[in-house]
């Protein structure tokens, strides 16, 4: 039986292998792996071979313009804020039976200008067990508070007027059904706190009047 012979490799052969890896290795983290997960293109070659595209940087949220928007630092919203306070009675108008035909079925869709710095609303008359559906996205993806909720139909003014909020948060986009509990106006409220109008873009179809 023959013996096998393995080959044997010069040290100088292994040490000159091992130095082409290492310099193979530095130059693919420079103009390749840098860009690609760090943004970091020291050479320029990574934003030449397209590499620079591939990096998404970390935040929150990032807009259509490359904007990142922070909401790290936007206020918690608690239970409180739902509705109106424990001094305002419910009406008994909230309790009033459904009525036997509903509105007519239509589909909208509108523009609503947010002021830099201050808050609108945008409402819609509803009777009680009319459904919608709607959708809303801000026109640069531009977080806003806002309130989804709705106003009892009353008889009578009153000063303090009964209502309740059916989703609170800060966002730049809604979708959702909606199934009305009484007859009143429903809709947002929309608090912008940047320096800049922002535009709500809303589509809207069911059983309401503007």
């Known amino acids: 039986m023959s013996e096998m012979k393995h080959p044997i490799l010069e040290k100088s052969k292994i040490i000159k292998t091992t130095i082409i890896a290492l310099v193979v290795g530095a130059f693919l983290l420079v103009i390749a792996v840098l860009p690609a997960e760090y943004g970091i293109d020291p050479?320029?070659?990574?934003?030449l071979l397209g590499f620079s595209k591939l990096y998404v940087p970390e935040s929150n949220q990032t807009d259509d313009l490359g904007m990142m928007v922070s909401t790290s630092n936007l206020p918690l919203i608690k239970?409180?804020?739902?509705?109106?306070g424990p001094n305002v009675a419910r009406p008994v108008e909230a309790d009033f039976p459904a009525p036997?035909?509903?509105?007519?079925?239509?589909?909208?869709?509108?523009?609503?200008?947010?002021?830099a710095g201050k808050g609108i609303e945008f409402k819609i008359?509803?009777?009680?067990?009319?459904?919608?559906k709607y959708e809303w996205t801000t026109a640069n993806n531009e977080v806003l508070y806002f309130d989804f909720h709705g106003e009892v139909k009353q008889k009578e003014e009153v000063k303090e007027v009964y209502f309740e909020s059916y989703t609170i948060s800060n966002s730049h986009n809604m979708v959702g059904t909606f199934l009305a509990p009484y007859e009143g106006k429903h809709g947002w409220?929309?608090?912008?706190?940047?320096?800049?109008?922002?535009?709500?873009?809303?589509?809207?179809?069911?059983?309401y009047a503007l």
Do not use: C, W
């Open 189 to 207: 409220f929309f608090r912008n706190t940047s320096n800049e109008d922002v535009t709500v873009n809303l589509r809207l179809k069911g059983q």
């Open 43 to 47: 050479t320029g070659v990574g934003k």
């Open 79 to 84: 239970l409180e804020k739902a509705g109106s």
């Open 100 to 115: 036997e035909e509903q509105l007519a079925i239509r589909e909208d869709e509108t523009k609503v200008v947010v002021p």
């Open 125 to 132: 008359n509803m009777l009680k067990y009319g459904t919608i």
